[in-house]
């Protein structure tokens, strides 16, 4: 709890959610006149950074390794969360942000932009075409926000007033200082960049990334960001002549647009993969970004997700089994230490969660690459019941009540879909779902069903049928009626599980 602390603050926030009863008067009058006067308080205005390796595997001795965090005073944060509810609100109701930002926005996640892209890859990759999926790398995104541009930007999106001179205020007159052990440096003084760990920080910067999307896009190159990770691609008919000249362009109209809006781009940590038959991998030409030549990779990780050129997820999944099985070594020498309540949230923590993550992209695996990934819940079924090694997998899975790894896939391809058709989710995830209307009258008219992809789409042979826009119709239209009728996401969720338990062990 202590690294949680701020130095700036008179005493520890938790301290102060104890005592909340005496103090939301107060607190209502500060946030009521800083919200009056169009002006944040400058006392709130400076910033503990303390540097946090970006991945524990890094060299801690380069600096460019770390990731700085600003320990923010309490008071200020919560005025945030109450600007921060109000701009979420324009934004929703104004519909402002870019359709492919999945970043830090209610109903979207890594998840989301994940699914949309690779079904946009696997669809393509059925076609015949090729892809060049480029990942872009920005330097330091948040700390080189110019707030003359952010300002700017505000300001064109409908901002004016108190509003817009709160914001400025926000923005303007920070400092930070380093803290590393008991040592800390002089203040600083900033003159551009917001602070990460700050509430507002993210929702800003999604405004001030808005325009990217529409770049890339002028082009007829296809994008998805998450927040600062920005993921273009195009895809194009092998052996094209057009597609060097057009991807070329847009890259350079990238570099400029980063360029004018203080952004630096590193071309040398920029990656690409080409998703392409094994037939078309030669195309013969690189893509250039500011003059330097993007080597083509056998795989890349996007959003914490290894893709490979044809899609099989083989990388991916053999990587989060050996690191998920690298958990259960150690969880399995604290188990003498745990009563089973705290081992099962453990092991959901070290080890599930692994499987968990972006696990609709595993739907349609083959049973040769899925099975490293039931290997490891059963593992953990083992683990936690103490159960000889012997005992069949579903036993232990029903005793725990766990769904099997193949229908925990399927589970979340429901509950996305659900949200998708419930406006939870993002545009780009609904507009792929249609609902079935029949040409006449049927007795199915009423059963909120989705429209099949047509065959000559659905076959999907050099993906495994593997594509969310055709997989998700497929397995929700086998859903009961009263199921894809739930009133609710909870009731949505908990009426699914116990069908899909049923399916699963009947």
Not at 223 to 239: G, I, R, V
Not at 306 to 317: E, M
Not at 416 to 437: C, H, M, Q
Request: net charge positive; hydrophobic share 45%; glycine share 6%.
């Amino acid at each position: 709890m202590f690294n949680r602390l701020c130095l700036i603050d008179p005493c520890p926030s938790w301290l102060i959610k104890l005592a909340r009863g005496g103090l939301v008067e107060w607190f209502v009058i500060i946030i009521n006149a800083s919200l009056d006067q169009g002006k944040f308080p400058s006392v709130l205005k400076q910033a503990i950074v303390r540097p946090i390796l970006k991945k524990a595997s890094l060299d801690s001795a380069i600096l460019n390794n770390y990731r700085p965090i600003s320990n923010l005073p309490f008071l200020g944060k919560v005025l945030e969360r109450v600007v921060a509810s109000q701009l979420q609100g324009f934004l929703d109701d104004t519909d402002f942000l870019d359709p492919s930002q999945s970043g830090f926005r209610p109903g979207h996640s890594t998840e989301t932009a994940l699914v949309a892209l690779v079904d946009d890859l696997r669809r393509e990759l059925d076609r015949g075409s090729v892809t060049l999926l480029v990942l872009l790398d920005i330097s330091a995104a948040f700390d080189t926000i110019d707030h003359g541009i952010l300002l700017g930007r505000l300001s064109g999106m409908g901002l004016g007033g108190m509003a817009l001179s709160w914001l400025q205020s926000f923005l303007e007159g920070r400092s930070q200082l380093v803290k590393l052990g008991d040592t800390c440096s002089d203040p600083w003084p900033l003159t551009c960049g917001v602070p990460q760990g700050s509430i507002l920080s993210p929702m800003l910067f999604n405004i001030y990334m808005k325009p990217l999307g529409e770049v890339i896009r002028s082009f007829g190159v296809r994008c998805h960001l998450y927040a600062d990770d920005t993921q273009l691609y195009y895809s194009f008919p092998p052996y094209s002549k057009e597609a060097p000249q057009i991807l070329n362009q847009c890259l350079a109209a990238v570099m400029g647009w980063m360029r004018a809006n203080k952004l630096k781009l590193n071309p040398d940590k920029t990656e690409v993969l080409q998703v392409s038959r094994m037939s078309d991998r030669g195309i013969g030409w690189l893509p250039v970004l500011d003059g330097v030549a993007l080597p083509l990779k056998a795989q890349v990780r996007s959003l914490g997700v290894l893709l490979d050129s044809a899609l099989t997820l083989d990388a991916q999944v053999s990587a989060v089994a050996g690191r998920a099985f690298a958990q259960l070594k150690l969880v399995r020498q604290l188990r003498p230490y745990l009563v089973k309540s705290d081992l099962a949230t453990v092991v959901h923590a070290l080890v599930t969660s692994r499987l968990d993550y972006c696990n609709a992209l595993y739907v349609g695996l083959p049973l040769k690459t899925a099975r490293k990934l039931q290997l490891v819940q059963r593992s953990a079924a083992l683990l936690l019941t103490g159960a000889n090694y012997r005992e069949r997998s579903t036993l232990l899975l029903k005793e725990l009540h766990w769904l099997p790894f193949t229908f925990r896939t399927q589970f979340k391809v429901h509950v996305i879909t659900y949200k998708a058709l419930n406006g939870l989710g993002p545009s780009y995830l609904s507009d792929r779902l249609s609902p079935y209307e029949p040409a006449r009258s049927l007795r199915s008219s009423g059963e909120a069903l989705l429209s099949l992809p047509p065959p000559s789409q659905a076959r999907l042979v050099g993906t495994r049928e593997r594509a969310f826009s055709v997989v998700a119709p497929q397995l929700w239209n086998s859903l009961p009626r009263e199921i894809r009728q739930a009133p609710t996401l909870v009731a949505f969720r908990k009426s699914l599980k116990t069908w899909l338990f049923t399916q699963a062990f009947r």
